[in-house]
């Protein structure tokens, strides 16, 4: 989409994040998850929009995905943010992707958190943020 985010060594934060994304939908719809895209290829989708499609999937789940080029997170670190009051769906969600990150990343802190950002706040649906630095995911 318009937004590239960051940009380091010729690489757009958001092709790492469609990237990230069409990996993470494989890897949980083989785990038995039923994953919707809001975005599969480079186009630009507002949060609101993102809001209504996930919540027209009863029975799926939502991640939006942020990997960092400049972040707060240090390396090795990845946040796992779900909603103040997480359904049992995000809950379950988010307890899968700490073991398989874990597996895949055996030095990552991997922490779960809650915050109140309206993309999480308004789907009715399993929702998670994952956040890393994006050194962790070349």
């Known amino acids: 989409g318009r937004d590239t985010g960051a940009i380091a060594d010729g690489e757009h934060e958001k092709d790492i994040n469609l990237q990230l994304a069409l990996v993470l939908r494989e890897r949980l719809e083989g785990a038995g998850f039923r994953v919707v895209l809001t975005r599969w290829d480079d186009s630009t989708v507002s949060v609101a929009e993102r809001v209504r499609i996930a919540n027209q999937e009863l029975g799926a789940v939502l991640l939006s995905l942020h990997v960092e080029a400049s972040s707060h997170l240090g390396a090795g670190h990845v946040e796992l943010v779900s909603a103040v009051n997480p359904s049992p769906l995000s809950t379950r969600l988010s307890n899968a992707l700490v073991g398989s990150l874990s597996s895949a990343m055996p030095r990552a802190e991997v922490e779960q958190k ?17 956040r890393c630095p994006d050194a962790e995911i070349r």
């Open 114 to 130: 809650q915050a109140s950002f309206k993309i999480l706040a308004d789907t009715r649906i399993g929702a998670l943020m994952p």
